[in-house]
């Protein structure tokens, strides 16, 4: 009985000291849904996008590293995408990997670098991309950002 006793304690106090204090939920960090559309035409150097980003709705997006890697039955693309916002001091880069055909592409995206109001941002998603002309994809980004 006095074995039972004490372990029913022993337990008592091992529950005690692993039990978490309940953390406020506002307490860690939230990500904010994000939608950006590059509307990549491959004649030129520079594309536009917009976005939902407050601070950073346009602006022109680049290819800044990695490429494509074309196959038989499409291709593929890992790379960095560098967007910079309307006003010239803001912006940030994605990391991408794609896969992409002749009806458009999907893959998946982290933020890679911000700068300016931009900086510290982290963020992932999806990309869908739909061919708009035989120069044009819209490649829409969706995620979250913190």
Request: hydrophobic fraction near 40%; aromatic fraction near 8%.
């Amino acid at each position: 009985m006095l074995r039972s006793v004490v372990l029913a304690g022993a337990a008592a106090v091992a529950v005690a000291t692993v039990t978490v204090p309940s953390v406020p939920v506002d307490a860690a960090p939230v990500g904010q849904p994000v939608v950006i559309v590059a509307h990549t035409d491959f004649t030129v150097e520079a594309s536009e996008f917009d976005s939902t980003l407050d601070g950073c709705e346009s602006g022109t997006v680049i290819n800044s590293g990695g490429g494509p890697h074309f196959t038989p039955k499409g291709g593929t693309y890992a790379g960095l995408k560098e967007f910079t916002c309307d006003d010239g001091e803001s912006g940030f880069s994605i990391r991408l990997t794609a896969r992409f055909g002749p009806n458009g592409s999907t893959g998946t995206w982290t933020l890679a670098d911000g700068w300016g109001d931009f900086a510290g941002l982290k963020g992932s998603g999806s990309l869908v991309g739909i061919i708009s002309s035989d120069t044009i994809i819209d490649d829409t980004y969706t995620g979250t950002v913190r």
